[in-house]
């Protein structure tokens, strides 16, 4: 029995783990002014960063087409899968799940389980390492499904924004609401939790690192935790130092939040994601 994972690249797992636990990602469309990019393909994430506040535009994107997950499940059967595992991006915030599920129905070359992770970034990463860690084991999808779900349970993803600027651009924030948010230095927390959002409200960056740090030590003790960022390096490094006794003896990841997210989110976002122990 051979089990296959597929994620798609708002997932944000390091490019090196992701070749070595035999993952396939399929890249989500990025389209800024009169074109579209693949992301992490024909974009990097510090470029896409650097470029953001300067776009004329506001960066929108797109979900790959049921044919190029068709694509993706028909190659995986070729090269030997008897089942793939398909994890993706809470479809409370995307329509990625619905679009797998629906290539899934349509794939016969082998049987396509597809599971909504309820989460984003790292915390839909961190469920993809776990199923594919289970797969190279030689467990079956129905083995790796309970285990997943067990951490679902247990997986928080908290960020916080510099600016209101791209939520409202992007339409998810009434645009008096996030001026009048601006001119007083509001500065909202969003987290999510097994596919609910939620949000809260800080007045200054100091205060959202103290609140992240609170969030972190109360989640404690730690099976794994990742910190995030998009063009923030110092600001979670003070927070990786903040909570430095609380982290678990494990490798800690400082990765860039994929600009799927950050068209929504803008640049100076800090967070992390973690999984708390059994």
């Known amino acids: 029995m051979t089990v296959r994972i597929v994620t798609d690249s708002t997932c944000d797992l390091p490019p090196d783990l992701v070749d070595r636990l035999k993952i396939y990602v ?30 004329e535009t506001q960066p929108t994107t797109a979900v790959p087409s049921p044919a ?15 089942e793939v595992l398909s994890i993706h991006i809470s479809e409370s915030l995307s329509a990625v799940v619905n679009v797998a599920r629906t290539a899934a129905a349509e794939t016969a070359s082998v049987p396509v389980t597809v599971f909504d992770s309820g989460q984003l970034s790292l915390g839909t990463g961190f469920l993809v390492q776990t199923a594919a860690e289970l797969a190279l084991q030689g467990r079956s999808v129905a083995e790796i ?27 998810r924030m009434n645009a008096a609401i996030s001026t009048i948010g601006d001119l007083i230095q509001l500065k909202p927390i969003l987290k999510m939790y097994n596919g609910k959002s939620g949000a809260e409200r800080v007045r200054t960056r100091r205060k959202v690192i103290a609140r992240l740090a609170e969030m972190i030590k109360s989640h404690s003790p730690l099976e794994r935790i990742a910190f995030l960022h998009s063009g923030a390096l110092e600001s979670v490094q003070a927070l990786q130092d903040e909570v430095r006794q609380f982290l678990p003896d494990c490798e800690i990841w400082l990765e860039m939040i994929n600009p799927v997210l950050g068209a929504h989110i803008g640049p100076g976002v800090v967070g992390f994601a973690c999984v708390s122990n059994e």
């Not at 074109?35 to 994430?45: C, E, F, N, P, T």
């Not at 499904?145 to 651009?169: F, K, M």
Request: net charge negative; aromatic share 12%.
């Open 26 to 55: 399929l890249p989500v469309y990025i389209h800024i002014g009169n074109r579209d990019y693949l992301d992490g393909v024909d974009i990097s994430r510090d470029e896409f960063y650097a470029n953001l506040p300067d776009y």
């Open 68 to 82: 190029k997950f068709h694509a993706v499940y028909d190659a995986l059967a070729d090269e030997g899968a008897t």
């Open 145 to 171: 499904l309970p285990i997943l779900d067990g951490q679902i349970n247990r997986t928080y993803v908290a960020a916080g924004l510099d600016t209101l600027q791209y939520l409202r651009r992007s339409g």
